[in-house]
């Protein structure tokens, strides 16, 4: 099996991050945590889009994708903090927030429809 087929779109992406981009994306964050709308607005304006087309591959509906893309954006913003520049890109991280809150939609569907009965 060839190797670039087994590594995950974080780690991919992660490895194509210039240092540059390490501190552009901690300045960001850091105006972020400072509550600067204009910081949230660009980093919503950059990812958005890529976040929301993950996230429709799993097939929830758009009204409830639009929902994780809006909870994955609340907890990116409270969340901040939390996020180093010398572990991974800017981006990783928020597709992790934004992986994570997909398996605990996933999770409460499975038990809605389990218990619904």
């Known amino acids: ?14 490895n194509l ?6 501190a552009t994306d901690a300045a960001l ?4 945590a400072r509550k600067s709308s204009t910081a949230i607005n ?3 304006d950059m990812y958005s889009q890529p976040l929301y087309g993950f996230i429709v591959q799993v097939p929830f509906g758009e009204a409830t994708s639009a929902d ?8 990116i913003v409270q969340r901040i903090n ?5 572990k991974e890109s800017l981006f990783t ?25």
């Open 1 to 14: 099996m060839n190797q670039t087929n087994t590594i995950s779109i974080p780690q991919r992406v992660q």
């Open 17 to 22: 991050v210039v240092p540059h981009q390490r």
């Open 29 to 32: 964050a850091r105006e972020i």
């Open 42 to 44: 660009r980093l919503y």
């Open 68 to 75: 994780i893309l809006e909870t994955c954006f609340i907890n």
């Open 82 to 86: 939390e996020y180093d520049s010398n």
């Open 93 to 117: 991280w928020c597709y992790k927030i934004t992986r994570k809150e997909i398996s605990k939609r996933k999770v409460d569907l499975l038990l809605r429809q389990l218990f619904s009965c």
